[in-house]
């Protein structure tokens, strides 16, 4: 099983909606990762979790709030967004947070976000 | 900081070769990696090099020259299916970071 799993893949939300988006993989790896990418762009990361802890923040606007339950699971809690803010929300997993040794990452298909 | 310079499009035709480029401005990174992505799909992992040198997975081949600080991924027997974004990407402490990404178009 080399899967990601992210859902839903498709999401509208209102600027004062609260909503989130979530991710799930059954590989063992130890860090997970969140990116966000806009139309012919390329994926921007946002979040790295290592051993379930929030090793690096991108800067990213306090409207989007992470979290990650367990080994497994990486949640990224959305709150009073802007339309700027739609894009395509990819998570990602790799076998080990450091980037020796061909660190692969697996993504998900990403959900599509619309702000509206 | 750190930048990868990519070019924005290449065109090429089915069943020949194409090489795309990647230049980069870091330093201590661990390697280059390479990962197409498709219209409406997620990015997918094609190639690792840790070393300077080339390495060789089937159709696709990646080069890495640390003194040069370049790379460049080289598609042979191109198909129609190989149109896509293709992305360098740095490994560097927790971090993959991507190029700009070079768009493939393949011509029949």
């Known amino acids: 099983d080399t899967e990601v799993t992210q859902t839903p893949k498709h999401l509208v939300m209102g600027m004062t909606n609260k909503k989130s988006l979530k991710c799930e993989q059954h590989m063992g790896h130890r860090a997970m990762y969140w990116y966000k990418q806009k139309a012919k762009k390329p994926p921007e990361l946002m979040f790295v979790?290592?051993?379930?802890?929030?090793?690096i923040n991108e800067s990213v606007p306090s409207r989007f709030s992470p979290e990650c339950p367990n080994s497994s699971l990486l949640n990224l809690h959305l709150h009073a967004l802007q339309p700027e803010d739609s894009a395509l929300y990819l998570c990602?997993?790799?076998?080990?947070?450091?980037?020796?040794?061909?660190?692969?990452?697996?993504f998900g298909e990403g959900s599509w976000l619309t702000v509206v | 900081g750190q930048s990868l310079e990519q070019p924005s499009e290449v065109t090429a035709v089915e069943g020949a070769i194409v090489q795309m480029n990647c230049t980069y401005q870091?330093?201590?990174?661990?390697?280059l990696s390479w990962y197409q992505q498709h219209d409406g799909g997620a990015p997918t992992f094609l190639s690792y090099n840790a070393l300077d040198g080339l390495e060789e997975t089937g159709r696709f081949s990646s080069f890495l020259s640390r003194s040069d600080s370049y790379g460049y991924l080289l598609l042979q027997e191109l198909q129609m299916k190989d149109s896509a974004s293709y992305f360098c990407a740095v490994n560097r402490d927790d971090k993959i970071i991507f190029g700009k990404g070079t768009r493939l178009h393949i011509l029949p």
């Open positions: 870091t330093s201590g990174f661990y390697g």
């Open positions: 979790y290592s051993y379930e802890k929030l090793s």
């Open positions: 990602a997993s790799s076998p080990n947070p450091s980037g020796g040794s061909g660190n692969t990452i697996y």
